[in-house]
């Protein structure tokens, strides 16, 4: 795999062009953003204000939508320090956003906390990450060929027989 080379001799970070839309609610809001240069995921801002109640899910508006690249989906992960600060979380992680998909982006957060947790327009809410995506080409066989696992399930390679 071949790299670019930067301005300070350190290799650069392929990028990937994702045509986005900013919708009426979202105006004056911080695009999706890399906080670091290491970063994988970008930071993505609330376009509400909300207060999710302990055990309550709510789609948070994001006041954008986007044209991803076919071939690429983008992931919605939760932010670590709201998860472990607050107990806010993305339920169906990682949330899966297609490249066909041109409505707004929203992010469903569920609060596993024991307070009711406010959110203010323009907070850091979770983050996305964009992937590559290959599809499967099933190919049924009537057997499958052997492995030292085999049919083993859960916890079958664990060595705690209780979990």
């Known amino acids: 795999m071949s790299r670019e080379i930067g301005a300070e001799g350190t290799p650069t970070r392929a990028q990937v062009s994702v045509e986005l839309k900013r919708l009426p609610h979202?105006?004056?809001l911080t695009l999706p953003f890399y906080?670091?240069?290491?970063?994988?995921g970008m930071d993505v801002v609330s376009a509400e204000d909300v207060t999710i109640d302990p055990a309550a899910r709510h789609a948070v508006a994001t006041g954008l939508s986007m044209a991803i690249p076919h071939g690429y989906e983008i992931q919605?992960?939760?932010?670590?320090?709201?998860a472990f600060k607050h107990?806010?979380?993305v339920p169906n992680t990682p949330g899966t956003i297609d490249s066909d998909y041109r409505g707004e982006l929203k992010v469903l957060l569920i609060n596993h906390g024991?307070?009711?947790?406010?959110?203010?327009?323009?907070?850091?809410?979770?983050?996305l990450v964009l992937a590559p995506v290959v599809q499967a080409a099933w190919q049924e066989v009537d057997e499958l060929d052997a492995t030292e696992r085999g049919a083993g399930g859960f916890g079958s390679t664990g060595g705690h027989a209780n979990l």
């Open 87 to 89: 107990g806010i979380t």
């Open 114 to 127: 024991s307070e009711p947790f406010v959110i203010a327009r323009g907070d850091r809410v979770a983050q």
């Open 26 to 28: 979202g105006e004056g």
């Open 35 to 40: 906080a670091t240069s290491g970063a994988a």
């Open 76 to 82: 919605v992960r939760p932010r670590s320090g709201l």
